[in-house]
């Protein structure tokens, strides 16, 4: 067997390591990617919101340079142009228009689906990338990467292991390729949060008329108060085309504290009767069936109903989307929108009269998915290097969160450029040693505006927020955010108070920030004191958790990727509740674990044997 | 170093659910029923892809039918990023049993770009053959025959191929045989081929490939070459009903089946039906325990 030889291995094929390909392709060097996901993309998820941002200070590299067309071609859902936060309780709701702070130092902010995107970046990526013999090759997992001369041999699970000069690691947050080389330990549950999330099915134009958007605008909602169930975190809502996100990401050491199984946290969202008419969409509602009539008549309904229900829905998907109209109209079966609404209420009298079909008003969820958040502030590796390895993205454990601040995708897009521009000048010098690679790309990581927001909280933004909150009346804010908050009021002393929270500097503040007070008791006294009465029509029928992760798509492995260490660990008892896909169970005092459903979102990592399944096998998301 | 590979294919009906159509007699009703490149036929498409992949081979493919059979010729150009693909087709060929279509295929295959190495062919048709086309088609050619070939790897230097064969015996367990012969071959392809690529540069020839097809079938008329019985050169006597001597005496329907079984219909969705069956599969296993 001979050993293949190349310049440069990225290790992960999430929008971090594409971005770090495409960069090195631009330059000209040849890189190979590799993804553990059957396809690109299939393994992503996020929240989310890409942001292309302008800081005052410092440069950046924006997904809309990297990729130049993405403006133009890129499958990204709607341009955010409403951000809105949401304090809630019980039946009242207070809202605070963030909008300027998301337009903050920003180009723009797009909602993205993480499965789409990443495979058009991917498409993008690789026509560069083939030009000189390099590439993506998906299915393969890394398993190992030990060094002979300096130069590191990859081992993989599906491949005969192959010899590079550099690596590039960007395998997300529980990285592998970290802990196996002793890069950095764990993350611990006090650097992370916990992301789970669903995507809700509503037609396009139903999207523009509910959330006032036009057709090419999207909003988001963020959510605190009651919905936390006394946990520090929030809930969040982002339009998409044709779809919404909906999720809760809280701070994973508060879970601990207080736990809660994740999708009850989703659940109480979609409870909240905001929240429920958000997502409220027009369902078919079939008649049970008589079971007197001969089992195969029963049958012949079943599969009558469920076919015309099929394509009811997809006609009715495409009569409210200019898009799908006109490719109805393109087929040449239709003339006009008329004749494409009277096809609908056709279809929708055939269902009534065939077989007694009524409409009802409930919400639709498609695909449920989970992940962790590396906490930037807490956890970025101080050194995001280790002998020709280097670190980006979620791996490097960073990305920029503060209240509604929420950047993770755009940190590690520039992330990967960076590593990209470093690996490029080494192998101009064929030099990869830590000092003139690793502490180069350590000096181009300092730099970046992004890791300067990971180190201290900017003040200008922090106004714009306090200026969003000068309603808030003194007397909610709690004792424990001493004088500082309590000056946000009065805007003589804004300005004084963003200046004593820098001096405070980081480590004091966020304590304050991110408490109770701030997540919990004063969105529920907002709420309480100026909210409005909200209520909704309905209540929406919500799938349990086995239902969720029935309808997810796996590729099982028998052989399972995480073993448990200690099964009787108090940590362990929490994660039976904790792992939001309910893959573990307590018997007889002793925890065990069923791989099956298992979303890879590396919540039981911390006190188990975890490694991402081989490559093709596990979950694969068709949203993310 | 180079090598190359020709496969002979077939378009057959497809079988698939939706578009199959059988005669009120329980005969298949051709005219109504879709064809497809039959499977068997894939997967010899596939085996000659292997080959390019692994050893950047030249792709000839070949077949013998009416004029629709493009189809096939297109399907398997999509599966293997042929440069080459032949249609025999002519009256003078209808009612040719095996031997009369081994003859066609020999010129045809002789027709084809450079002297061909490797001859791929599915191992048997779906629509009624026998598996004698291949066999025959390889005497005539006067290649080596190598049947129900698993795996294979090509060494250009030597010019031999090693091959896996499946060698089913009645009666006793199946095994594996390893062959070495020199080239040019003729061989079968078994329907469980799969083929493997373990490098990083074997991963990015196979997508380079993979997407130069899909290039190829866009332009499929520049690779397409129609031949009559003329037009291949073929003696006319070895082709057609007159090449062929196999006397169809009788077709007889396989007899239905004697055994009755009694089929209950469930419903899925009840869970107590449900707990029926499990019962009943619970029995069954417990029978099967030897005690
Ligand atoms: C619920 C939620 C909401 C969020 N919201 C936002 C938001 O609104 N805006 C924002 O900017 N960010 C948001 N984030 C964060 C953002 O999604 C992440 O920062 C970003 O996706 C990380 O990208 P990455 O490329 O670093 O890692 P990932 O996307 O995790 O990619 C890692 C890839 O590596 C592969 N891999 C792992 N191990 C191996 C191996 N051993 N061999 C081969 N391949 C391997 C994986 O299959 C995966 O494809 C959110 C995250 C979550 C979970
Ligand atoms: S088993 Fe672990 S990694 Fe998998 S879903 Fe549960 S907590 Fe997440």
């Not at chain 1, 969202?269 to 958000?278: D, G, Q, R, T, Y």
Request: charged residues 25%; proline residues 4%; aromatic residues 8%.
């Amino acid at each position: 067997m001979i050993l293949e030889k190349y310049d440069v291995a990225i290790i992960g094929g999430g929008s971090a390591g594409l971005a770090a390909l495409r960069q090195l392709s631009k330059l000209g060097k040849q890189a190979i990617l590799l993804e553990a996901g059957t396809k690109v993309g299939s393994k992503n998820i996020s929240g989310g919101i890409l942001y292309s941002k302008k800081p005052k200070k410092g440069q950046v590299t924006n997904v809309d340079e990297l990729y130049e067309n993405f403006l133009e071609d890129a499958p990204f859902e709607r341009k955010i142009t409403k951000y809105i936060l949401h304090s809630t309780s019980k039946d009242k709701e207070y809202s605070m228009d963030l909008t300027e702070a998301h337009d903050y130092q920003a180009n723009f902010g797009c909602s993205v689906l993480m499965t789409k995107l990443n495979s058009w970046f991917a498409h993008q990526a690789v026509e560069s990338a083939e030009k000189i013999g390099g590439g993506i090759i998906p299915g393969v997992h890394v398993k190992s990467i030990t060094w002979n001369e300096g130069k590191a041999i990859i081992q993989t699970d599906e491949l005969d292991e192959f010899e590079v000069k550099a690596i590039i690691a960007a395998d997300g947050v529980n990285s592998e390729v970290a802990e196996m080389v002793e890069a950095r330990s764990k993350f611990n549950p006090t650097q992370l949060y916990q992301g789970v999330k669903v995507i809700v099915k509503l037609p396009e134009e139903i999207i523009e008329e509910r959330f006032g958007v036009s057709s090419d605008e999207g909003a988001a909602h963020l959510f605190a108060g009651d919905i936390t169930l006394n946990h520090i975190g929030g809930g969040f809502l982002y339009t998409n085309r044709d779809t919404l996100s909906l999720g809760a990401v809280y701070h994973y050491d508060s879970l601990i504290r207080n736990p809660i199984e994740p999708y009850a946290l989703i659940d109480v969202l979609i409870k909240n009767p905001l929240v429920s008419e958000f997502v409220r969409d027009v369902i078919p509602i079939k008649k049970e069936i008589d079971k007197s009539l001969p089992q195969e008549e029963q049958l012949r309904i079943r599969f009558g109903v469920a076919k015309l229900i099929k394509t009811w829905k997809e006609f009715r998907e495409s009569s409210l989307s200019p898009s799908g109209r006109q490719s109805l109209i393109n087929s040449g079966k239709y003339k006009t929108n008329e004749s494409i609404q009277e096809r609908l209420s056709i279809i929708e009298k055939q269902m009534a009269e065939k077989f007694d079909v009524t409409f009802g008003t409930d919400y639709v969820e498609t695909e449920y998915g989970a992940k962790l958040v590396p906490d930037g502030k807490r956890c970025k590796m101080e050194k995001p290097f280790f002998k020709n390895i280097l670190f980006v993205g979620d791996a490097a454990g960073r990305g920029v969160f503060v209240g509604p601040r929420i950047e993770g995708l755009n940190v590690g897009i520039d992330d990967g450029v960076r590593a990209a521009n470093a690996v490029a000048r080494s192998l101009d010098k064929n030099d990869f040693s830590e000092s003139f690679m690793g502490e180069y790309y350590s000096q181009l990581i300092e730099e970046s505006p992004y890791t300067l927001d990971m180190k201290q909280i900017d003040k200008d933004y922090l106004k714009i927020f306090l200026d969003a909150a000068k309603d808030v009346p003194k007397d909610i804010i709690g004792s424990r955010y001493g004088p500082i908050l309590k000056m946000m009021s009065s805007g003589t002393f804004r300005g004084i108070a963003v200046k004593f929270a820098n001096i405070l500097g980081y480590d004091k503040l966020l304590p304050m920030i991110e408490s109770e007070n701030t997540y919990v008791k004063v969105p529920i006294q907002l709420a309480e004191r100026l909210g409005a009465t909200v209520s909704s029509t309905y209540s929406p029928t919500i799938p349990s958790i086995a239902d969720r992760i029935a309808k997810l798509n796996y590729n099982d492995d028998h052989h399972s990727h995480i073993k448990v260490l200690n099964s009787e660990s108090e940590f362990m008892k929490k994660i039976v509740t904790l792992c939001p896909a309910k893959c573990y169970s307590e018997e007889g005092g002793k925890v065990v674990i069923q791989h099956e459903g298992c979303v890879d979102c590396g919540t039981c990592s911390q006190e188990t044997e975890w490694k991402h399944p081989r490559g093709e096998k596990g979950i694969h998301y068709q949203y993310g | 170093m180079s090598l190359n590979v020709g496969v002979i294919i077939k378009l057959e009906p497809d079988f698939s659910e939706g578009n199959v159509s059988y005669n009120p007699d329980g005969t298949l009703n051709r005219a109504e029923t879709k064809n497809t490149l039959g499977p068997h036929s894939a997967v010899a498409a596939q085996a000659a892809f292997y080959a390019k992949v692994m050893y950047g081979a030249k792709i000839s493919i070949g077949t013998m039918g009416p004029p629709i059979a493009d189809l096939a010729l297109k399907q398997a150009q999509e599966i293997s990023d042929a440069e080459e693909l032949q249609l025999y087709s002519d009256k003078l060929f209808a009612g040719a049993d095996t031997l009369g279509t081994a003859e066609v295929l020999r010129v045809g295959i002789g027709k084809m770009q450079g002297e061909m190495d490797i001859v791929f062919a599915g191992h048997r048709a779906s629509d009624g053959e026998t598996g004698q086309t291949g066999p025959q088609t390889a005497w005539k050619l006067g290649f080596t025959f190598l049947g129900n070939v698993t795996s294979y790897s090509v060494d250009l230097e030597t010019r031999t191929i090693r091959a896996k064969r499946l060698v089913s015996l009645q009666g006793s367990p199946d095994i594996i045989e390893e062959v070495e012969a020199p080239l040019p071959v003729f061989i079968s392809i078994d329907p469980t081929f799969k083929s493997s690529y373990n490098t990083i540069s074997q991963r990015l020839s196979f997508q380079k490939y993979q997407k130069e097809a899909k290039e190829r079938v866009k332009n499929f008329n520049n690779y397409y070459k129609i031949f009559n019985a003329d037009e291949l050169g073929v003696d006319k006597t070895l082709v057609g009903l007159p090449g062929s001597p196999t006397i169809v005496y009788k077709v007889e329907r396989v007899p239905k089946s004697t055994a009755t079984r009694s089929a209950e219909v469930v419903d899925g969705s009840d869970p107590k039906q449900l707990q029926k069956v499990v019962g009943k599969m619970k029995e069954a296993l417990e029978a099967m325990v030897i005690k």
